[in-house]
């Protein structure tokens, strides 16, 4: 089985949130796509609840491809911790960390009706959404400020 390098990363050393780029792959044309590790909340000590997350992932697909060119995908991880950014390109970790700040920043302030793809016919759990959730993590992951390491706080402006 192939070796998946997030599964390698020490999870105990490092100090969320924070943006890490895991790696950039090259096709055969040579165009690059980046996967960047989103890291909201500490691994292992706190969890986003699903519905809270779900509605983060909503409002992120859209924020995020309003302040990075070649957006590609935005997706939670398992665990509940974070998402994969994955771009065409590569971006420097300070952009990523600064785009993240603001999308956070405007699901803090947003309104039901900011919410993409929240009825049965755009969303294929569309029950489980929570606004109130996902801007009450927002709030508590922007006061720890979004760090351009994983393991040295380094807090982006």
Same mark, same amino acid.
């Given at each position: 089985? #192939? =070796? ?9 050393? *490092? =100090?969320?949130?924070? *943006?890490? @780029? ?6 055969? +044309?040579?165009? $690059? !796509?980046? &996967?960047?590790? @989103? ?6 000590? &706190? #969890? ?5 997350? /779900? ?5 992120? #697909?859209?924020? @995020? ?27 420097? !970790? *300070?952009?990523?960390? +600064?785009?993240? $700040?603001?999308? @956070?920043?405007? !699901? ?16 294929? &759990?569309?029950?489980? /959404? ?21 393991? *040295?706080? =380094?807090?982006?402006?």
């Amino acid at each position: 089985m #192939a =070796k998946v390098e997030s599964f390698t990363l020490d999870h105990t050393a *490092v =100090k969320a949130p924070y *943006v890490r @780029l895991i790696t950039v792959e090259e096709g055969r +044309k040579g165009d $690059k !796509i980046s &996967n960047y590790d @989103l890291r909201l909340v500490q691994p292992n000590e &706190n #969890a986003i609840p699903t519905a809270g997350l /779900h509605t983060i992932e909503h409002m992120l #697909a859209g924020y @995020l491809r309003d302040r990075l060119d070649g957006v590609i995908d935005c997706s939670p991880f398992g665990c509940r911790t974070g998402f994969h950014l994955i771009t065409w390109g590569e971006h420097d !970790i *300070v952009e990523v960390a +600064k785009a993240l $700040k603001g999308a @956070l920043q405007d !699901i803090e302030n947003s309104t039901w009706d900011d919410v993409q793809g929240t009825d049965i016919k755009s969303c294929g &759990n569309y029950r489980d /959404h929570s606004l109130f959730s996902a801007k009450e993590w927002c709030h508590k992951i922007l006061n720890e400020g979004i760090s351009s390491d994983p393991f *040295v706080r =380094k807090i982006v402006e």
